[in-house]
């Protein structure tokens, strides 16, 4: 393969990546914390105190290391995800847990729209 055409692949990876930051950037925080206290505020608490429900506190889950909230019971796929969560990862998981992790714990069918996923990614963002 010649220089260029790895440079072309790669200024069209880094490009893809921003128009992807650009999409999930314009999900609505607002509308994403009315949908996560109907759809997640069951099972996840999203506050400082580092309390869990049947799921993890979602606090600073953005940019965290998968599987990793002190104290919670994570499945091993969860555990050996071997990742942080960035919003890209968190829209696949959001569609569809279990097509992402087999074996998850979280019950949660998923959320169809993507303008709900980006929302709710949005809000998980505005935790300091
Ligand atoms: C029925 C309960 C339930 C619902 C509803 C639910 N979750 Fe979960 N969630 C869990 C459980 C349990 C886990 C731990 C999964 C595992 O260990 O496999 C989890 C894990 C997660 C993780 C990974 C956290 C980490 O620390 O790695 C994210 C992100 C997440 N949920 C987001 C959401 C969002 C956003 C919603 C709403 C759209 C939601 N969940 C709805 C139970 C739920």
């Known amino acids: 393969m010649t220089?260029?055409?790895?440079a072309a692949i790669l200024s069209m990876?880094?490009?893809?990546?921003v128009a992807?930051?650009?999409?999930?950037?314009?999900?609505?925080?607002?509308?994403?914390?009315k949908l996560f206290k109907k759809k997640c505020a069951s099972c996840h608490f999203f506050d400082s105190s580092g309390k869990k429900r049947v799921g993890p506190n979602l606090y600073g889950v953005v940019g965290?290391?998968?599987g990793t909230s002190p104290h919670f019971p994570y499945s091993n796929d969860l555990k050996e995800a071997g990742f942080a969560w960035n919003p890209q990862r968190?829209?696949?998981?959001?569609?569809?847990?279990?097509?992402?992790?087999?074996?998850?714990r979280m019950t949660f069918?998923?959320?169809?729209?993507?303008?709900?996923r980006a929302d709710v990614i949005a809000y998980l963002s505005t935790a300091k």
């Open 3 to 6: 220089i260029s055409r790895i």
């Open 13 to 17: 990876t880094l490009s893809l990546t």
């Open 20 to 33: 992807a930051n650009v999409a999930f950037a314009q999900g609505d925080a607002a509308a994403g914390e």
């Open 64 to 66: 965290r290391q998968a």
């Open 90 to 104: 968190l829209d696949m998981f959001l569609t569809k847990p279990k097509a992402m992790f087999k074996r998850t």
């Open 109 to 116: 069918v998923g959320l169809r729209k993507p303008s709900d």
